[in-house]
């Protein structure tokens, strides 16, 4: 079965390292999603992907970055965390066409940052 | 530009009880509308869209939800809870030309009671 992924699942990280989720999906999505769900926020968008080597910036995309180098994988780096970027991060990808369709998510990462 | 407001944080309501949770979402063009579910420790599923034709949507586990274009409003119903329906409730909007881009509430916290 098509599944979408991430790792790790829970990351504890101190202020000022650079660190890097992992997102793969199987459904040979052309649309990748990351988000943060924060209390309060519900989920903002970070970085999103239409399709390889195409990246665009959500809502909150400061401290964050993201490549699409291959239809699967949509690896999400914080360049110099912060305790702000303490959150849940989430993983959705979608089909291309319309503008309407379901986006999958995967099981989220819990990062922490001291 | 669109946004979504979910007007309660929590909802409490025992077994058996009739629920419906509020969404109100704002847009300047066409709007395309989902309820989301989030289970503890798990990412999100779809529960429902709208999209387009009948107003009344019904999705799974019993769900359904209306569309009022009037009111902006896209609220969540289930005639009879169950304890496994104690979840995270999401509502969601994009929007034609939105790129399938969601914008999501702060969400919704079902708790079901005995």
């Known amino acids: 079965d098509a599944e979408i992924t991430q790792s790790p699942r829970h990351k504890i990280t101190e202020t000022g390292r650079q660190v890097t989720l992992a997102c793969h999906q199987t459904?040979?999505?052309?649309?990748m999603f990351w988000y943060r769900q924060d209390l309060g926020h519900g989920l903002r968008l970070i970085h999103y992907?239409?399709?390889?080597?195409?990246?665009n910036k959500g809502e909150v995309s400061d401290g964050y970055s993201v490549s699409r180098s291959n239809t699967e994988d949509l690896p999400l780096t914080l360049e110099s965390a912060a305790s702000s970027q303490t959150s849940v991060y989430f993983c959705?990808?979608?089909?291309?066409?319309?503008?309407?369709?379901?986006?999958?998510f995967g099981p989220g990462t819990r990062l922490t940052v001291l | 530009a669109q946004s979504v407001t979910q007007l309660d944080s929590q909802v409490p309501v025992f077994e058996e009880a009739p629920v419906e949770l509020r969404c109100n979402y704002s847009?300047?063009?066409?709007?395309?509308l989902f309820w989301y579910v989030q289970y503890p420790n798990q990412g999100l599923q779809l529960l429902l869209k709208?999209?387009?034709?009948?107003?009344l949507v019904k999705g799974i586990n019993g769900f359904e939800a209306e569309f009022n274009k009037s009111q902006t409003s896209f609220h969540l119903r289930k005639p009879s809870v169950h304890i496994s329906d104690t979840a995270e409730y999401f509502c969601?909007?994009?929007?034609?030309?939105?790129?399938?881009?969601?914008?999501f509430g702060t969400g919704t916290q079902l708790k079901v009671e005995l």
């Open positions: 959705a990808s979608s089909d291309l066409a319309g503008y309407y369709n379901e986006q999958f």
């Open positions: 459904w040979n999505h052309n649309n």
């Open positions: 992907s239409y399709g390889v080597h195409d990246t």
């Open positions: 847009s300047s063009v066409s709007v395309y």
């Open positions: 709208y999209l387009s034709g009948s107003t």
């Open positions: 969601a909007v994009t929007s034609q030309g939105g790129g399938n881009k969601l914008t």
